[in-house]
Each structure stands twice: as structure tokens, then as C-alpha cells.
């Protein structure tokens, strides 16, 4: 990732240690003037440190922030201008919902009377103008979300930075919230971090995603690169559910299991040994066993709703999951426990990785048309 | 349980409640039962421990606020800062709790002596020396009352005020202080009742003309025993009780003596 491209925030090379811990280790990121990034990871993958270090919480042991064409690494917080939401809200318990979006105004010297129309210009905006002489604590967390976040906003920040901002929300609020902050983001065109750790969040309301692991940056993409082009194993498994199959891959698109069970690939691929294949639980096509396609047999059938829930065992010991639709006029379970199945996926829904966990990217040719039925197994005498 | 709990209260409230009666006596000596009943012991109190009283209230004032000066800054840098040193400063500030008064009195008694053969300036027996010492016992009260009233507050506040533009002594002053206004108010009730009652440290310390209210009541009992002090004791109670019932309505007592 150059400087040169038309960034309006950089990390380059960022890393922090704590004791023996890389906390963050090589982050670097570019994020466009306006661009909503959403940092997403486990627990403990370094997004939160991350945030910090844009916020100038934590100090980086190396690489560099870059804001708007200023190095900004060894500025102190208060001159960085950047508006933070914190997971706990973090409001001044003993200032009243105003005095609280004030505060960063004051800081900024502004006459009295600006102060008060900006505040309550804020208050009209998070729709809190009836709660501007309460105290926080006599607020609902919805309500108190809100008035951290116009707080914020009021001092027309550099950088809006969302650290978890929904998790102290009842899930009923989550999605109404997360809407009123991405239509709020999009209107001003704010350039906006947030961290958290619930994957549907991140999809809903990311411009672009960071995926983290451990301290290193797994993949950075939109929604659909990392749901259909996932870099890893783990994006693959961490965005939506992937059903991960662990084998030995050989003849281009043979791979054996633990159990000597052999899967046909339905694409071809250079290289061979060990290999890793994710299949999304959506992407199988479950068919009747007299059909072409890879055997096996069904060993728990769930009805959801709107979609069933297939577990077929494939040989001895490996479970893959497939979801599909249900189907209109009541036939909600084609299929019941102990039924013998098989089952196939598209060329484009088959991922494999190497030992390193890098994609292994199909060869071109016949097969990258391929019907999803050319699939099929092999059972090792 | 219920008797326990009787026993318990029946042991605790006794000798309170018997010392309020003894005090209304009309007795020269303390016999049962009295002829009649009487105010005078009261207005006799005053008088003849007025001198004690106002030594005891001026050491704990100067006590009391010098440990806040010291102890609130103190609490503030242990709870928030992590500097070199730290875990010293912390184990220093709170030692004095562990040492028994008796044996910190004769230290500071026989330090100042020896620093007064040296140097000439009177100071055993001296208000510096007795302050000084109230000082070092009231100041791990404060320190642990504000550390303990920063570490259940969210930091986020603070980083929240820096992050809006706050310099970090206006972040002090308007958010770290504020929010730790009713460990401040703890800390001041505590070490006020701290000092205010210590006998066995200020034993060593006081010089004549200049005794603390603990010390005159003892020096009494050892020629009389009248209803008088029995009505110093109400009086005593009463400035404690004061305290502690402005303390209770500022803080939960519960979670602050663990």
C-alpha cells in the first residue's frame, strides 16, 4: 500500500508491544476521505489497540499515522481533533446531556452563544432535545449511545472512531442504531474507524472490512471479497460460516481425508499435499443419492424457518453442513435422517488453501465452466 | 441467628447506652442509684476539656488537610499513572496502617529527641512534631480511599475529555476530581475520625499545655471517676457519630472497610 494513493488516513507499518506481547504487529491500512472502515476480529486479534493508536491512547513502538498528509504518531490526544465513541460511552457522569456535548466546544474556545446553538443543533440531530438538562445516568443506554455520539460530532472531528459502539445495546436496538449511525456517517461524509468483534455488524455497516487475527491483518476488502475471494481459512470461517475439510490434495483435484475417503475437486489445481477446503453451508446442492456428485449420508436435519439445515457425513468422520431454502407448499424436509445423499457446490463456491493458509487459485481452462455436478468421490479400496 | 445477632447488638449498644445514663448522674462518685439527675456534668465539660478539645480539632484539621494535599494527588498517580516506583510509593503511603501506634509514637518521640540534641530546635513535645504525626497515620486513609474511588470509575471519561480537546491538567480538573468527589468527602470524614480519636501514638507526643482530648480523658480517670467523663464521652461520640452519619450519607461504609 503506497502513500501516493489518495488516502486521506494511513497506517503504515504500525505495531505494538506489550511486554512480550505483539499486540499489533505490520498494520497497514489506507482509508478514503468519507470511507466507513470497520476493524473486525476475535478478541485479543489488536483491533481495539489499533483504534487507540489512531486516537493517540496508546503510543506505537513503530510504523506510522498519517492523517491528512500530517504525521500525527507522537501527537498527544487532545490536539489530534479526532471524536471517539467508547464502548461504555464514557459520558461525564456529573455534566448534564449539553454540558456534555459542550465540553469539546469549550475546549475549543468558542463564544457562548455558537456553543449553544451547536449543541443543541446536535441534540436535534440524535433527536435528545427534550434530555439536554438530564444527567446521563438518568438516560437509557440508547439514549446515552446518543449523546456520545453528538458529543463527537459536535467538534467536527478529523476522524469519528467507534470503539464496539453497539455491544452495550439490547438486540432489538442494534440494527435500528447501527443504521442511524451509517445514514448519519454517510450524510456528512464522515471519515469513520470502527472496531468490533460481531461479524454481522461489521457487514452492516463497513465500507470496506479489516479483518484481524493476532495482531496481523488477515484481509482487507469490501463485504463480498471477503465472502466470496477469502484470503484465509479464517476469513473464510470468521465471515459467515464456512465448512473447512482438511486433506491432502493430489492428480489436481484429489483430495483425500484422515479417513482415506477421496472428494473430485470440481476445479483443478497446481501443487499437491496437505490443503485446506472451505465450502459455504449455502453454496452445496443436496440431491437424491442416485445423482452424480460426492456421497454421503444425512445425520441431522434442522427446520429454521426460512431455510433447512442439512449435517451430511461424508466417510468416517467428516460433518459438512448445508443450508438451503425452504420449499413453498409445505415439502420443508426433502430429506431425514440416515437418507443417503450426495452432494456438489459450483467451481466459483469451492475455496482451497495451501499448508500456509495462501488461496490456491483453480487453473484456467475447461473446467472454469464446470457444471456443479462433475464433482465426486472416491473411496480408496 | 437471631440470638447472635441480639447478643451482638445487646454487646455493642451496652456500654453505649449505659454511659449516656451514667452521664445525667447527680453523683459525686459513680453509685447505684443515683439520688437524682443532672445537666451540670454537661456544662461542666466544656471548661475543663475546652483546651484539650480545640488542640484535638486543630491537629486533625492541619492533619486532615495536609493529607488531602498530599494523599489526593498521591491516589490519583497510583490509580491512573504507571511510573518507576510505583508499587513503592503505594506499599510507603499505606505502611504506617501496619506499624502499632504505640510503637510509631516512641519512634517519632525518640527521633525527635535525637534531632533536637543535634540541632537545638525544640521539637519533642512540639504542635509541628503532633501534627506531623497525625499526618502520617491520616495520609494511607486518603490514599487508599481515592485510589479505591478512581479504580471503580470507567478511565474512558478521561480519555473521552483528551480526546475532545482537553489538555491533560484540565482533564484532572474537570473530570479525575469531580468524579471523585465522594471519595475526597470519605477520605476527609476518615481521617478526621482517625486523628480525632488517637490515644496510644500521641501518647509520646504531647507537651505540656498541649494535650489532645483522648490524653486529658485518661489523665483524668487517673484520679477520678465521675459522671464527668462519662458526659465527655457522649460529647465525643456525638462529633464522631456526626461525622459518620454524614459519611454514610455520602458513601456506602460497606464497601470502603473491606
Known sequence: MSGAEAGYLHLDGLSKQFGATHAVQ?????????????????????????????????????????????????????????????????????????????FGLQMRR????????????????VKLEPFAERLPRHLSGGQQQRVALARALAIHPKLLLLDEPLSNLDAALRQEVAREIRILQRDNALTT?????????????????????????EQI????????????????????????????????????????????????????GPCRLAVRPERIILAAADGGGIRGRITLSTYLGATVEHVVRLGEETDLVVRGPTLEGG?????????????????????????????????????AEATIWENGVTNNA | MGVLVLAGVVMIFLPLVLTLYLSFFDEKLIIFPPRGYTLHWYLAAIPHFGGALITSLEVAAIAVSLSLLIGVPAGIAIARRRFRGRGV????????????????????????????????????GSFVVLAGAHLLITIPWVVRLCVASLVNQDEAAEEAAASLGARPLVVLWRITLPSMRQGILAATLFAFIISFGELEMTLFLVGPGMTTLPIAVLEYLKYHIDPLI?????????????????????????????
Open chain 1, 331 to 367: 415439502a420443508t424436509r426433502r430429506f431425514a435422517v440416515g437418507d443417503p445423499v450426495s452432494v456438489a457446490w459450483p467451481l466459483a463456491g469451492e475455496k482451497l488453501f495451501d499448508n500456509d493458509d495462501r488461496p490456491l487459485p483453480p487453473q484456467s481452462g475447461a473446467q
Open chain 1, 221 to 272: 476488502g469490501t463485504q463480498e471479497d471477503l465472502y466470496e475471494r477469502p484470503a484465509t481459512p479464517f476469513v473464510a470461517t470468521f465471515i459467515g460460516h464456512s465448512n473447512v475439510v482438511a486433506g491432502t490434495l493430489s492428480d489436481g483435484s484429489l483430495l483425500t481425508l484422515a479417513d482415506g475417503t477421496a472428494l473430485r475437486l470440481v476445479g483443478r489445481y497446481a501443487g499437491a
Open chain 1, 110 to 125: 468558542m463564544p457562548r452563544n455558537r456553543i449553544a446553538e451547536r449543541v443543541a443543533e446536535m441534540l436535534r440531530l
Open chain 1, 26 to 102: 505490520d498494520v497497514s491500512l489506507s482509508v478514503r476521505r468519507g470511507e466507513m472502515i470497520v476493524l473486525l476480529g476475535p478478541s485479543g486479534c489488536g483491533k481495539t489497540t489499533t483504534l487507540r493508536m489512531i486516537a493517540g491512547f496508546v503510543e506505537a513502538n513503530g510504523g506510522a499515522i498519517v492523517l491528512d498528509g500530517q504525521s500525527i504518531g507522537g501527537q498527544p490526544p487532545h490536539l489530534r481533533g479526532m471524536g471517539m465513541v467508547f464502548q461504555s460511552y464514557a459520558l461525564f457522569p456529573h455534566m448534564s446531556v449539553a454540558a456534555n456535548v459542550a
Open chain 2, 89 to 124: 510509593v503505594s506499599t510507603l503511603l499505606l505502611a504506617p496502617l501496619t506499624v502499632p501506634g504505640i510503637a510509631l509514637g516512641l519512634a517519632i518521640y525518640v527521633l525527635a529527641v535525637a534531632v533536637e540534641e543535634r540541632t537545638g530546635a525544640a521539637l519533642a
Open chain 1, 193 to 217: 474507524v470502527m472496531v468490533t468483534h460481531d461479524q454481522a455488524e461489521a457487514m452492516a455497516m463497513a465500507d470496506r472490512l479489516v479483518v484481524m487475527r493476532e495482531g496481523k491483518v
Open chain 2, 230 to 258: 462519662s458526659a465527655m464521652a457522649v460529647l465525643q461520640m456525638l462529633v464522631i457519630g456526626v461525622a459518620l452519619t454524614l459519611l454514610d450519607r455520602y458513601v456506602r461504609l460497606g464497601g470502603i472497610v473491606r
